[in-house]
Nanobody, 122 residues
Framework: QVQLVESGGGLVQAGGSLRLSCAAS????????MRWYRQAPGKQRDLVAA???????DYTDSVKGRFTISRDNAKNTVYLQMNSLKPEDTAVYYCYLDLVFHRNYQSVYGYWGQGTQVTVSS
């Protein structure tokens, strides 16, 4: 059974930093693309950053130059380093991982983390 556990959220002042982590437990799979989404109150869930299995990254324009996504394949973990935080970054942040199980290479299964609150005060 696969579980995703997120950590690292919290309350920070504008200009501060936080580092989010999302670790997948279990075995018998590899992880393809890893993504971070965020959802502010009353708004849709939006993609923030993504990293492929090869290490290629992509970011939404509003976080470019401030956020860095990275991964540790040995730990099945994805990170989101958030610097120069702004009040508009306030949201619940979710990781989303594409898993391929060894027993079925042809299918990709998406898993969501439980979400972690990030609050940036002005």
């Amino acid at each position: 059974q696969v579980q995703l556990v997120e950590s690292g959220g919290g309350l920070v002042q504008a200009g501060g930093s936080l580092r989010l982590s999302c670790a997948a437990s279990g075995s018998g799979f590899r992880i393809n693309t890893m993504r971070w989404y965020r959802q502010a109150p009353g708004k849709q869930r939006d993609l923030v950053a993504a990293i492929t299995s090869g290490g290629s990254t992509d970011y939404t324009d509003s976080v470019k130059g401030r956020f860095t996504i990275s991964r540790d394949n040995a730990k099945n973990t994805v990170y989101l380093q958030m610097n120069s935080l702004k009040p508009e970054d306030t949201a619940v942040y979710y990781c989303y991982l594409d898993l391929v199980f060894h027993r079925n290479y042809q299918s990709v299964y998406g898993y969501w983390g439980q979400g972690t609150q990030v609050t940036v005060s002005s």
